[in-house]
């Protein structure tokens, strides 16, 4: 790496908080510093000095297509030149809900907004204003967003007490927010024991894959479904991750469980700022102007966003995930292959969980609660990314953070990888 991209480092940390707009790609913990990229292409991603990289972070996931689709690089040069927003009604938010809607068997209506955070916020504002109580149930290991009721952990005392796990959360905020572990069912319902009549809703990343990968059972998710309706409580999916990743119809589809709410992003916008809250309209009458819980945003349904997460979803097909998902089976195959024979067995103790076209590379099995997690992979994951940097093969910088395929990543891509972790 040059001296540019560290002087360029330097002079971030002066000017933004830790040089980054999203602490995640500081490399906090790493022994080197942020590449600084200047442009990407397919599953290639190219720093300053240009280096490339096999990129398997994909932006954290909106990517599914690969950088710079071309279909999508077309459809969003000719909605430039009609002009980027408008503040007003426009046919192309249309468009992409009615292909979003008329795919999905479990959605009536669906509201755009410009990130996951923002579809989350709405769904738990939604959630309590339509069950009338404020207490929502989190689980330990599922990330939400930067909204200020879910950045809590877990606290002692009463099923789900917790505590906020960032400065700034007033402590009046935490205490609406019950915090439970994956996998315990059993403490879903003492939980709605404890708090009867006081809960709104569980919400629950129905494959969560921010703390590492942690593929749930279906009778977890079947569970949740069945004691939320029992508890006249609604069942929000956040499939922000999820949702058209691993099927078009996300984790819901995937599972046949069908949530009350689901928040989506990342895909939903194909790597342009969009997410979405997602019901049947007898929940999405309760929003605003129809409804008294309120909602808005200048750029929601900004007519480049919606015509880039068109045309991403339009080339999202049965073909295309299978196509994904066999991909990332030979990815994966060719991963473990050098994970245990490289340098006589350096990172040998690795092991890759993954599901559909998400991986996560960790030194451990059967991981399925945060309470499994190895304690020490984050000192673990530090040889091997720097590694894998110095190969030109670029992971997300944080050992706890999951990889991504997208349909950028073929056969020609795969067997490069092979050259570049066997050079
Ligand atoms: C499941 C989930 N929900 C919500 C969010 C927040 O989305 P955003 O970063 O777009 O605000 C994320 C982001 O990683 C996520 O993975």
Redesign the pocket.
Known sequence: MSNIQSELFEKSKNIVPGGVHSPVRSFKGLTSTPRFFKSANGAYITDIDGKDYIDFCMS??PLILGHKNEKVESSLQEALKRGWSYGACEPYSVELAEHIINRLCFVDQIRFVN??????MTALRLARGVTGNNKIIKFNG?????VDSMLIKAGSGLAGEAEASSAGVPESTAKDTLILELEDLEGVKKCFEEHKGEIAAIIV?PLP??NGLLVQEKEFLQGLRDITKDNDALLIF????SGFRVAFGGMACHTGIIPDIV?Y??VIGGGLPV?AIAAKTHIMEHLAPIGNVYQAGTLSANPLAMVGGLETLKQLTKESYKTLHKNTEKLISVFKKWLKEYNDGQFSNYNIIHHSSLFWIVPGDKIKSVGNIPGNIGEDFIPLFELLLDKGIYLSPNAYEVGFMSHAHDEKVIADLEKRLWS
């Open positions: 954290f996931g990130s996951g955070t923002e579809a989350v599922c990330y939400h967003g930067h990343e894959a921010n956040d499939e922000v991750i928040t992003g990342k997410g």
